[in-house]
C-alpha cells in the first residue's frame, strides 16, 4: 500500500476545472538570488451559478506570497488561505482580476523545475507542474490561456531577455536594468511557459513556409558555443519542411527560438516558440560530437519541432493523456529521422531501445499502459511506455489503415481539435472515422499494459495446397490487471519458398491474391488463416517492420533463419533473424556455463557471420547493425532468473571467437572503411565508420597486441568523434597499459568541453573491467564530477548502473550500495533524476534470491529515508 502523505491522481476523478483563466499578464524583476513575479490573471467561473460559488483554488510551490490583489482591492487574510501546495479563495465572484505578487529563488532550485539558475543564466522548465514554482495558477493543461509577459534584469548581466511569442516592446530601465515585454498571441496552458534571461549570443536564418511566410530561426546559446549550432540550424530547417511535406502543416508564429542549456532534466521542452534544450541536443563540432550524436540532434530538434502541432495546437486534456502528444510526436520524430538517414537501420534501432527498456518496464513493477490510470507523481510517468509503446500504438494504427487514410485521420484530428485540450479517445476517433474502421478493440492498447506474445504455428498440407498459420496471443498480468482482453494486432507477413522467392498470399475465400506482403488482423486469442495455391512448405516472414510491439514465437529451424537472414524483402526480418540465432547461441552457452559444461561456439555461426561479413552489396549501416550481438540486458530478458556473468561471459566468449576465427575478413572490411577523406557528418559513411569501429571491437576482444596497436593507432590518428570514441571504448574495456594512456590524452584535450566529458565519463563507468565499480567511485570525486547537472550525474551513476549489467550486478552488492547511496543524494538535490536512477532496483525480482536480498535492503534503505520526495518514494515503493 501507498503511503497514505502523498496522493493518488486517477484518471476516473476528471472533472473540469471550477475556474478559467482568459489572459495571464506575467512580470518578472529577475535576479539569480531572488525573483519578483507579479501575475494579473483574468479569471472567470467554469461553472454553473445558481447554486454557491465554488472555491478557487490555485497551485503553488516553494513561493513567497508577498500580495494578493482581487479587481485590484488588497485581500484581507481572512478571505484567503495558503497551504502548502495551494492558495484557496472560499468565495470569489464569477469574473474578475486577481493580482498576486511572489518571491522566488532561482539559484536555490536544484531541482530545475519551475525557473532557475544554469551557469550564469536563469531558464525555465514548467512540464509537467513547474509553473506553480513560478507564481499561484491553476496549473493543469485544460486551462488555457493567453500570455503577455515582461522580464526585467540587469542588462549587463542579462542582455538577452526571452518569452513565448513575439516580442513587443524593449527598452531601459533605472540602475543599469531593462525590460522586453512578448506576446504569445495562442492560448496555451501553463506548461508551455518559458522564460529564459542572460548573456547569450545568437545564430539565425530566414525560412519561407509553404504559404511564403517568413519566420526567423534562431538559436541562442553561450558565446563559447556559437560555432556549434549550425547543425542544430539546419535540422530544425528540416523538420520544418518535413512537416509541410508529409503532414501539410506550417508553422504559425513569425520567430521560433532555441535555448541550448547545460544544465536540464530531460532532452528538450517544446515551449510555444521557445524551444529549450539540454545543450547535448544542440551543440555539434566535426571534432566533437560522433555521428549518433548528429542523428539525436537532428532527432530531437525535430521532435520538439513537431510538437508545435501534436501538443501545442492540441494538447491534452490531463496528464493522463500524455501519450496523445508524446506518443505521436515520437512517431513523428522517428519517421523524420527515417526519410533523413537510412530508414532500415533506424527501424532497427528504435525496435533495439523499445525491446531492451520498454519490454522490460512492461514486464516488472512499474508497468503501466501507455495511458495510465493513476499517478503520484506525474514526473514519474514519462516513461518509455508512454512515449515508445505509444509511438507503437501510432504505427500500428498507420499499418491497419494505410497511408492515405492515416494521413487523413491526422488532417480531420487537426480540423476537428486545433486550440483544444482533448483526450486520446478524440484523436482515434478522428482515425476511426477517417478510416471507416471500428477501433473500439484497439483502444485496449491504451488500457492494458504488458507486453502480448504471439504463439505462431503453422500447418502445410500439400495435396490440397493449404497451408494454415494459426496464432494465439495472450498477455501476462500486470500490478492491477489481473487478465487481459485480446489486443487488435496487425500482424505484417509474407511466405517464402525454399529457395527464398517471395509466394503470392492468397487466403481461402479470395478471388486473387494480394501480393507479396500483407497486414494479419489479430482480434481472438487464437485465430487461423488459410492461404491458398502453395505450391510446398513455405518459410513464414513474420512480424515484418516489427508491426506491432509483441515478442513472437514460432519454432524456426536453423534453415529456416540463415533463409530469411539471406532472402526476406524485409530488413528488419532479415536482421531479426540474425538476431534469433544469436540468442539461441548464446542462450545454449549460458546453459553450458551454468551447468560446467564445456565451451563452444558452433561453426555454422561463424562461418554465416563470416558470409554476412563478406557481403558487400549490403548497406554498411545495415550490416553494422546485422552484426552486432543483442546487448546483454535484451539477453537477460530471455532469462527465467537473470544470471549477469554468464551472460556477458557468453557474449563474450562469442566476440573473442569472431574475433579470432575470422581476424583476416575483420582486418580487411575494417580496412576498406578506413577514411579517404577529412571527416563530414553528412559524408553519408556513418553507416561505414559503424561497420569499422564495429570490426575493430571483436578484434579487441581477443586482446592481441595487434588489436591493441590498431585501436591506438586510430586514437591518435582519427580527425573525428566517431573514431576516436569507437578506439577508445575498446582501449577503456582493455586491461593494458595504454588504458590509461589514452583516456589521459583523451582528458587533457578535452577538459573543456562538458559533452566531450560526459562521454569521457560515461566510457570510464560502461567498462566491463572487473575494477570498473572502484574506479566510479574514484570519479566521484573528480574536480569535474558535479551530481547536480544532471548530464555528469547519468554519464557516471546513470551508465554504470543502467549500461554495465555485469559489473553493476557483481556478487557482494557493492553496486547496488553504491547506487541507492546516490540515490539518496540526489533525493534532496533533484527528485526527478534521482526517481529516474531507481529503474535498475525495480527489476529485482528477475534475479537470484541472493541479489534479490541485497536489492530489497537497498529499496528498504532508500524508503527508510526520511524526507523521502514523492517521485523517488512512488517508484521505491510500487518496485517493493
Ligand atoms: C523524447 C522529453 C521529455 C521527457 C521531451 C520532457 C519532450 C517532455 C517534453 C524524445 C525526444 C526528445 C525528448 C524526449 C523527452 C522525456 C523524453 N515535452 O518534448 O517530450
Ligand atoms: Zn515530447
Same mark, same amino acid.
Given at each position: 500500500?501507498?503511503h497514505?502523505?502523498?496522493?493518488?491522481?486517477?484518471?476516473?476523478?476528471?472533472?473540469?476545472p471550477?475556474?478559467?483563466?482568459?489572459?495571464v499578464?506575467?512580470?518578472?524583476?529577475?535576479?539569480?538570488?531572488?525573483?519578483?513575479?507579479?501575475?494579473?490573471?483574468?479569471?472567470?467561473?467554469n461553472?454553473?451559478?445558481?447554486?454557491?460559488?465554488?472555491?478557487?483554488?490555485?497551485?503553488?510551490?516553494e513561493?513567497?506570497?508577498?500580495s494578493?490583489?482581487?479587481?485590484?482591492?488588497?485581500?484581507?487574510?481572512?478571505r484567503?488561505?495558503?497551504?502548502e501546495?495551494?492558495?484557496?479563495?472560499?468565495?470569489?465572484p464569477?469574473?474578475?482580476?486577481?493580482?498576486?505578487?511572489?518571491?522566488?529563488?532561482?539559484k536555490?532550485?536544484?531541482?530545475?523545475?519551475g525557473?532557475?539558475?544554469?551557469?550564469?543564466?536563469?531558464?525555465?522548465?514548467?512540464?509537467?507542474?513547474?509553473?506553480?514554482?513560478?507564481?499561484?495558477?491553476?496549473?493543469?493543461?485544460?486551462?488555457?490561456?493567453?500570455?503577455?509577459?515582461?522580464?526585467?534584469?540587469?542588462?549587463?548581466?542579462?542582455?538577452?531577455?526571452l518569452?513565448?511569442?513575439?516580442?513587443?516592446?524593449?527598452?531601459?530601465?533605472?540602475?543599469g +536594468?531593462?525590460?522586453?515585454?512578448?506576446?504569445?498571441?495562442?492560448?496555451?496552458?501553463?506548461?508551455?511557459?518559458?522564460?529564459?534571461?542572460g548573456?547569450?549570443?545568437?545564430?539565425?536564418?530566414?525560412?519561407?513556409?509553404?504559404?511564403?511566410?517568413?519566420?526567423?530561426?534562431?538559436?541562442?546559446?553561450?558565446?563559447?558555443?556559437?560555432?556549434?549550432?549550425?547543425?542544430?540550424?539546419?535540422?530544425?530547417?528540416?523538420?520544418m519542411?518535413?512537416?509541410?511535406?508529409?503532414?501539410? +502543416?506550417?508553422?504559425?508564429?513569425d520567430?521560433?527560438?532555441?535555448?541550448a542549456?547545460?544544465?536540464?532534466?530531460?532532452g528538450?521542452?517544446?515551449?510555444?516558440?521557445l524551444?529549450?534544450?539540454?545543450?547535448?541536443?544542440?551543440?555539434?563540432?566535426?571534432?566533437?560530437?560522433?555521428?549518433?550524436?548528429?542523428?539525436?540532434?537532428?532527432?530531437?530538434i525535430?521532435?520538439?519541432?513537431?510538437?508545435?502541432?501534436?501538443?501545442n495546437?492540441?494538447?491534452?486534456?490531463?496528464?493522463?493523456?500524455?501519450?496523445?502528444?508524446e506518443?505521436?510526436t515520437? &512517431?513523428?520524430?522517428?519517421?523524420?529521422?527515417?526519410?533523413?538517414?537510412?530508414?532500415?537501420?533506424k527501424?532497427i534501432?528504435?525496435?533495439?531501445?523499445?525491446?531492451?527498456?520498454?519490454?522490460?518496464?512492461?514486464?516488472?513493477?512499474?508497468?503501466?499502459?501507455?495511458?495510465?490510470?493513476?499517478y503520484?507523481?506525474?514526473?514519474?510517468?514519462?516513461?518509455?511506455?508512454v512515449?515508445?509503446?505509444?509511438?507503437e500504438?501510432?504505427?500500428?494504427?498507420r499499418t491497419l489503415?494505410?497511408?492515405?487514410?492515416?494521413?487523413a485521420?491526422?488532417?480531420l484530428?487537426?480540423e476537428r481539435h486545433?486550440?483544444?485540450?482533448v483526450?486520446?479517445?478524440e484523436?482515434v476517433?478522428?482515425?476511426?472515422?477517417?478510416?471507416k474502421?471500428?477501433?473500439?478493440?484497439?483502444?485496449?492498447?491504451?488500457?492494458?499494459?504488458?507486453?502480448?506474445?504471439?504463439?505462431?504455428?503453422?500447418?502445410?498440407?500439400?495435396?490440397?495446397?493449404?497451408?494454415?498459420?494459426?496464432?494465439?496471443?495472450?498477455?501476462?498480468p500486470?500490478?492491477?490487471?489481473?487478465?487481459?482482453?485480446?489486443?487488435?494486432?496487425?500482424?505484417?507477413?509474407?511466405?517464402?519458398?525454399?529457395?527464398?522467392?517471395?509466394?503470392?498470399?492468397?487466403?481461402?475465400?479470395?478471388?486473387?491474391?494480394a501480393?507479396?506482403?500483407?497486414?494479419?488482423e489479430?482480434?481472438?486469442?487464437?485465430?487461423?488463416?488459410?492461404?491458398?495455391?502453395?505450391?510446398?512448405?513455405?518459410?513464414?516472414?513474420?512480424?515484418r517492420?516489427?508491426?506491432?510491439?509483441v515478442?513472437?514465437?514460432?519454432?524456426?529451424?536453423?534453415? =529456416?533463419?540463415?533463409?530469411?537472414?539471406?532472402?526476406?524483402?524485409?530488413?528488419f526480418?532479415?536482421?531479426?533473424?540474425?538476431?534469433?540465432?544469436?540468442?539461441?547461441?548464446i542462450m545454449?552457452?549460458?546453459?553450458?556455463?551454468?551447468?560446467?559444461?564445456?565451451?563452444?561456439?558452433?561453426?555454422s555461426?561463424?562461418?554465416?557471420?563470416?558470409?554476412?561479413?563478406?557481403?558487400e552489396k549490403?548497406?554498411r549501416?545495415?550490416?553494422?547493425?546485422?552484426?552486432?550481438?543483442?546487448?546483454?540486458?535484451?539477453l537477460?530478458e530471455?532469462?527465467?532468473?537473470?544470471?549477469?556473468?554468464?551472460?556477458?561471459?557468453a557474449r563474450?566468449l562469442?566476440?573473442?571467437?569472431?574475433?579470432?576465427?575470422?581476424?583476416?575478413?575483420?582486418?580487411?572490411v575494417?580496412?576498406a572503411?578506413?577514411? +579517404?577523406?577529412?571527416?563530414?557528418?553528412?559524408?553519408?559513411?556513418?553507416?561505414?565508420?559503424?561497420?569499422?569501429?564495429?570490426?575493430l571491437?571483436?578484434?579487441?576482444?581477443?586482446?592481441?597486441?595487434?588489436?591493441?596497436?590498431?585501436s591506438?593507432?586510430?586514437?591518435?590518428?582519427?580527425?573525428n568523434?566517431?573514431?576516436?570514441?569507437?578506439?577508445?571504448?575498446?582501449?577503456?574495456?582493455?586491461?593494458?597499459p595504454?588504458?590509461?594512456?589514452?583516456l589521459?590524452?583523451f582528458?587533457?584535450?578535452?577538459?573543456?568541453?562538458?559533452?566531450?566529458?560526459?562521454?569521457? &565519463?560515461?566510457?570510464?563507468?560502461?567498462?566491463?573491467?572487473?575494477?570498473?565499480?572502484?574506479?566510479v567511485?574514484?570519479?566521484?570525486?573528480?574536480?569535474? &564530477?558535479?551530481? +547536480?547537472?544532471?548530464?555528469?550525474?547519468?554519464?557516471?551513476?546513470?551508465?554504470?548502473?543502467?549500461?554495465?549489467q555485469?559489473?553493476f550486478?557483481?556478487?557482494?552488492?557493492?553496486?547496488?550500495?553504491?547506487?541507492?547511496d546516490?540515490?539518496?543524494?540526489?533525493?534532496?538535490?533533484?527528485?526527478?533524476?534521482?526517481?529516474?536512477?531507481?529503474?535498475? &532496483?525495480?527489476?529485482?525480482?528477475?534475479?537470484?534470491?541472493?541479489?534479490?536480498?541485497?536489492?530489497?535492503?537497498?529499496?528498504?534503505?532508500?524508503?527508510?529515508?526520511?524526507?523521502?520526495?514523492? =517521485?523517488?518514494?512512488?517508484?521505491?515503493?510500487?518496485?517493493?
Amino acid at each position: 500500500m501507498l503511503h497514505t502523505q502523498h496522493l493518488t491522481i486517477h484518471r476516473k476523478d476528471y472533472t473540469v476545472p471550477d475556474y478559467l483563466i482568459e489572459t495571464v499578464d506575467l512580470t518578472f524583476d529577475l535576479d539569480a538570488e531572488q525573483t519578483q513575479v507579479v501575475s494579473r490573471l483574468a479569471i472567470r467561473s467554469n461553472h454553473d451559478r445558481s447554486g454557491a460559488p465554488r472555491p478557487l483554488v490555485l497551485d503553488g510551490e516553494e513561493l513567497t506570497l508577498v500580495s494578493l490583489k482581487l479587481d485590484g482591492v488588497e485581500l484581507d487574510a481572512d478571505r484567503y488561505q495558503v497551504e502548502e501546495g495551494r492558495l484557496s479563495i472560499p468565495a470569489p465572484p464569477e469574473s474578475f482580476q486577481l493580482e498576486a505578487t511572489t518571491r522566488i529563488s532561482p539559484k536555490a532550485n536544484s531541482a530545475l523545475s519551475g525557473l532557475y539558475a544554469s551557469g550564469s543564466m536563469l531558464c525555465t522548465q514548467c512540464e509537467a507542474e513547474g509553473f506553480r514554482r513560478i507564481t499561484y495558477f491553476i496549473d493543469r493543461p485544460d486551462v488555457m490561456a493567453v500570455y503577455t509577459v515582461t522580464l526585467k534584469a540587469d542588462r549587463a548581466t542579462c542582455p538577452v531577455l526571452l518569452s513565448n511569442g513575439n516580442l513587443t516592446t524593449r527598452g531601459d530601465l533605472p540602475d543599469g +536594468r531593462h525590460f522586453a515585454t512578448w506576446h504569445d498571441p495562442f492560448k496555451k496552458p501553463s506548461y508551455l511557459f518559458a522564460l529564459v534571461a542572460g548573456d547569450l549570443v545568437h545564430i539565425s536564418d530566414r525560412f519561407a513556409t509553404m504559404s511564403g511566410r517568413q519566420v526567423n530561426l534562431e538559436i541562442y546559446v553561450e558565446q563559447r558555443n556559437r560555432e556549434k549550432c549550425e547543425h542544430a540550424l539546419r535540422s530544425l530547417e528540416r523538420a520544418m519542411r518535413w512537416d509541410e511535406e508529409q503532414f501539410g +502543416r506550417e508553422y504559425d508564429l513569425d520567430i521560433y527560438m532555441i535555448v541550448a542549456v547545460d544544465d536540464f532534466n530531460m532532452g528538450a521542452m517544446e515551449n510555444k516558440g521557445l524551444n529549450v534544450f539540454n545543450s547535448r541536443y544542440v551543440l555539434a563540432s566535426p571534432q566533437s560530437a560522433t555521428d549518433d550524436d548528429y542523428h539525436a540532434i537532428e532527432e530531437v530538434i525535430g521532435h520538439e519541432y513537431f510538437h508545435n502541432w501534436t501538443g501545442n495546437r492540441i494538447t491534452c486534456r490531463d496528464w493522463f493523456q500524455l501519450s496523445l502528444k508524446e506518443g505521436l510526436t515520437i &512517431f513523428r520524430d522517428q519517421e523524420f529521422s527515417a526519410d533523413m538517414q537510412s530508414r532500415p537501420v533506424k527501424r532497427i534501432a528504435d525496435v533495439k531501445s523499445l525491446r531492451s527498456a520498454q519490454f522490460a518496464e512492461d514486464a516488472g513493477p512499474l508497468a503501466h499502459p501507455v495511458r495510465p490510470e493513476s499517478y503520484l507523481e506525474i514526473n514519474n510517468f514519462y516513461s518509455m511506455t508512454v512515449y515508445h509503446k505509444g509511438g507503437e500504438v501510432i504505427r500500428m494504427l498507420r499499418t491497419l489503415l494505410g497511408l492515405e487514410a492515416f494521413r487523413a485521420g491526422m488532417d480531420l484530428y487537426f480540423e476537428r481539435h486545433d486550440g483544444q485540450a482533448v483526450r486520446v479517445d478524440e484523436f482515434v476517433q478522428a482515425m476511426a472515422d477517417a478510416g471507416k474502421r471500428d477501433l473500439s478493440q484497439f483502444m485496449r492498447w491504451y488500457d492494458q499494459a504488458g507486453t502480448p506474445l504471439l504463439i505462431v504455428s503453422d500447418d502445410y498440407q500439400e495435396q490440397t495446397g493449404i497451408y494454415t498459420l494459426t496464432v494465439v496471443q495472450s498477455c501476462p498480468p500486470t500490478p492491477g490487471q489481473p487478465v487481459k482482453e485480446p489486443f487488435h494486432i496487425p500482424l505484417a507477413m509474407g511466405l517464402l519458398d525454399r529457395e527464398g522467392h517471395e509466394l503470392p498470399l492468397q487466403l481461402e475465400g479470395e478471388a486473387r491474391a494480394a501480393g507479396t506482403s500483407r497486414v494479419l488482423e489479430l482480434r481472438e486469442g487464437s485465430q487461423s488463416f488459410r492461404f491458398v495455391g502453395i505450391a510446398s512448405r513455405p518459410v513464414p516472414s513474420l512480424l515484418r517492420n516489427f508491426s506491432a510491439p509483441v515478442k513472437l514465437e514460432y519454432p524456426y529451424g536453423e534453415g =529456416d533463419l540463415a533463409l530469411l537472414m539471406t532472402r526476406d524483402s524485409d530488413p528488419f526480418v532479415r536482421w531479426e533473424a540474425g538476431q534469433v540465432q544469436a540468442v539461441q547461441l548464446i542462450m545454449g552457452l549460458v546453459a553450458d556455463i551454468r551447468e560446467g559444461r564445456a565451451l563452444s561456439v558452433k561453426e555454422s555461426f561463424i562461418d554465416s557471420f563470416g558470409r554476412l561479413l563478406a557481403d558487400e552489396k549490403q548497406d554498411r549501416g545495415f550490416l553494422a547493425e546485422a552484426l552486432t550481438l543483442p546487448l546483454e540486458s535484451y539477453l537477460a530478458e530471455q532469462m527465467e532468473v537473470i544470471d549477469p556473468s554468464a551472460i556477458h561471459q557468453a557474449r563474450e566468449l562469442v566476440r573473442d571467437t569472431v574475433g579470432e576465427r575470422l581476424r583476416e575478413p575483420l582486418l580487411a572490411v575494417r580496412e576498406a572503411c578506413a577514411p +579517404r577523406a577529412p571527416y563530414r557528418p553528412d559524408d553519408g559513411l556513418a553507416g561505414c565508420r559503424r561497420l569499422g569501429n564495429l570490426c575493430l571491437s571483436y578484434l579487441m576482444a581477443t586482446g592481441s597486441r595487434e588489436a591493441i596497436g590498431l585501436s591506438m593507432a586510430q586514437f591518435e590518428s582519427a580527425d573525428n568523434m566517431t573514431d576516436s570514441l569507437g578506439a577508445l571504448s575498446t582501449l577503456a574495456g582493455c586491461a593494458c597499459p595504454e588504458r590509461d594512456e589514452a583516456l589521459g590524452a583523451f582528458y587533457d584535450r578535452w577538459r573543456e568541453d562538458r559533452g566531450v566529458i560526459d562521454k569521457w &565519463f560515461s566510457l570510464q563507468a560502461t567498462s566491463r573491467l572487473p575494477d570498473t565499480l572502484e574506479r566510479v567511485m574514484q570519479l566521484l570525486e573528480h574536480p569535474d &564530477f558535479d551530481i +547536480r547537472n544532471p548530464n555528469r550525474a547519468r554519464s557516471l551513476i546513470g551508465a554504470f548502473s543502467q549500461g554495465n549489467q555485469v559489473r553493476f550486478h557483481e556478487e557482494g552488492g557493492a553496486g547496488y550500495r553504491f547506487l541507492a547511496d546516490q540515490i539518496l543524494r540526489l533525493n534532496s538535490i533533484n527528485p526527478q533524476i534521482a526517481a529516474r536512477m531507481l529503474t535498475p &532496483f525495480s527489476r529485482w525480482r528477475r534475479f537470484d534470491v541472493g541479489r534479490q536480498e541485497q536489492m530489497k535492503k537497498e529499496l528498504a534503505r532508500i524508503l527508510a529515508e526520511p524526507g523521502l520526495a514523492r =517521485d523517488v518514494y512512488e517508484l521505491a515503493a510500487k518496485s517493493m
